[in-house]
C-alpha cells in the first residue's frame, strides 16, 4: 500500500510538470488516465449506449461502477442516472482528485464491499491479478465489461451464468497516448508517423453481459442505440472527442486487427451482437 501511495505522489507530481509545457489540456486524460481520464478511451455515445442498457432493465435503475477511479465515467453517467454510485479500493486516489470524497463513490474491496444488488454493473477496470468476477454476478444480473488485452484482465464473464449480448472495440488509451506523443511532443518525420499508425492495436474491447430473462430487452436498447447515434448533432460529444479523431480513431474508422494470426479489418464502435 505504501508503494501505491508513492506511485500515486510520483504520477501527481509529473503531471503538474507536463501541464507547464501541455499543448492541450484534453491530452492529459490519454497521458495520464489515472489522475485525469480512464484506463479506457470513450465517446459520449457509449456512455448513452450503457444508460440505454440501464433503462432497458428498470425505469429508475440501480447502477454500480466498479472500479470506477476518481468517477471519470462514472460522473458522464450520472448525468442521466443521478443515484448511480461507484466502488473503488483506492482511497488515496479518490481524495486526492477531490476536495471533499463524492458519497457517491464507496471506498471499499469490491470482492466483499458490494452490498447491494443492482440492476447493471459496469467494470471498466480490475488490477491484474484480482478476479472479481463471482464477486460482481452475484450482485447483477446485467454487466457491461472492459477489456484492455494489454492491461487488464477477467473481464469476461461466459462462465458465470451469463451471455455475451454485444460487443465492440474502442482504441486502447496506450494507442491513444502513443499518438499523442508521436505527433505532439516529439519531432517525428510525418512518413514515419505514418508508418508507426498502422502498428496500432485499437484494443479495447467493451462486453455486454446479460442473464437470459434479460436478454432481449438488452439487446433491442442497443440495436436502437446504434440507429440513433447516425443522428447525432454535436452537442452529443465530449471536447475530449476531437483528440480522438485527430488521432485518427474516428467513430466508425476501419482498422486492421490480429485475429488468430490473421489480420482482418475492424471498425471502431462498431457493435457486434451474438
Known sequence: MIDKVRNLEIAIEALKKFRKYSISPLHERYIFPLLSGTYFSYRKLDVLRVVAIARAISNKPKYCDVGCGYGDFLIKIREFIADAIGIENCADLVCRSHTI???????????????????????????????LRDAIAEKTDVIVSTLDQGISLAAEFDGHGFYKVASWRTPSWEDVNTEIMNKYYTQIHTDTLNN?????????LWYVYSRKQNFERVKESLIKSQENEQNMG??????????????????????ETICSRNQKLEHLWEMRFT
Open 196 to 204: 508507426l499508425s498502422r502498428l496500432r492495436g485499437a484494443h479495447n
Open 234 to 255: 454535436a452537442h452529443e460529444r465530449y471536447d475530449f472527442e476531437d483528440i480522438l479523431d485527430s488521432c485518427g480513431f474516428n467513430y466508425m474508422e476501419e482498422i
Open 101 to 131: 470524497k463524492p458519497d457517491f463513490i464507496k471506498i471499499t474491496d469490491a470482492r466483499w464491499g458490494i452490498t447491494d444488488r443492482f440492476d447493471i454493473i459496469f467494470v471498466g477496470w480490475m488490477e491484474p491479478g484480482i478476479d
